[in-house]
């Protein structure tokens, strides 16, 4: 793989399908030049194409966060920055040689064991007044707040149901609490997908799949992980802001695009 970024002091490669294209996907992080913030490189198109790391970058929120500029395009983004985030590296050049990151277990946990926790997770300024995105039942929200803590709250058929969750940097350690939580989908939500060609490189080893009175692959890693993993999504996709504003964030049966148009609010914001 060509070399796209400056040099370096940290170095880290991880390798793994692509779940929905089915490539084989090479990802290299190299730590970057003070106050170069994170960047995403295309190293597979013509010109290695950078894709700043910002909510403004953000093209598609459906089942996943992607990132863009021009016609290059980074899928699945929200686990690794949850993950990038936590670990606290201010300075990240990410080379990417396809359309995708690969989705591994399904959740941040690879991440973390490539980053490492090198530093305290940034926290930006404070939110300085309460603001909330909803839609129909849906709502993701933040209010001002002495530290920075993540809510979520969902509600989804059996075996699911009604669960919550919460996190604060400050007391917990993410790479315990947050991180192992997988992604989770419903067996008829797998099968539409594969008939529409859109899980080549799927299998049971990316997530946990509910089936009626259970789960076809268990067990859990926490009773409530589901719940762990969409607060795991929202850390990835406010990460898109580099330092997350401090503040008390909640969400109930929110996805990426409220995540993400709750970052893109903030970043015009603080």
Not at 84 to 108: F, H, K, Q, R, T
Not at 170 to 179: C, D, K, N, T, V
Not at 238 to 266: E, M, N
Request: hydrophobic letters at 40%; proline letters at 9%; a negative charge.
């Amino acid at each position: 793989m060509k070399e796209a970024c400056s040099s370096h002091h940290f170095e880290r490669t991880l390798c793994g399908l692509g779940v929905f294209s089915g490539q084989n996907i090479t990802v290299r992080c190299i730590s970057g030049e003070t106050g170069g913030g994170w960047t995403l490189v295309r190293t597979d198109l013509p010109g290695t194409p950078r894709i700043p790391i910002h909510p403004a970058q953000v093209t598609a929120t459906e089942r996943a966060t992607t990132l863009g500029q021009g016609e290059a395009r980074v899928c699945l983004m929200e686990h690794f920055l949850a993950a990038l985030w936590a670990s606290g590296w201010p300075n990240m050049c990410i080379e990417v040689n396809g359309p995708e990151l690969p989705l591994l277990d399904g959740s941040a946990l690879p991440w973390m064991e490539m980053l490492g926790e090198a530093r305290t997770p940034p926290v930006g300024p404070p939110v300085t007044r309460s603001l909330e995105i909803r839609e129909g039942d849906a709502v993701v929200a933040v209010d001002p707040a002495e530290e920075l803590r993540f809510s979520y709250s969902i509600d989804f058929p059996s075996p699911i149901g009604a669960q919550s969750a919460s996190f604060s940097p400050s007391q917990e350690r993410f790479l315990e609490e947050l991180a192992p939580a997988r992604t989770f989908l419903f067996q008829h939500e797998v099968e539409l997908l594969i008939e529409d060609g859109k899980l080549a490189g799927g299998t049971l080893e990316n997530a946990l799949v509910a089936v009626p009175g259970g789960w076809l692959n268990p067990p859990l890693r926490f009773p409530e992980e589901p719940a762990r993993h969409k607060l795991l999504d929202l850390v990835g996709d406010l990460a898109l802001l580099g330092a997350i504003p401090r503040g008390h964030y909640r969400a109930h049966r929110a996805g990426h695009r409220l995540h993400v148009a709750l970052a893109q609010r903030l970043a015009g914001e603080v």
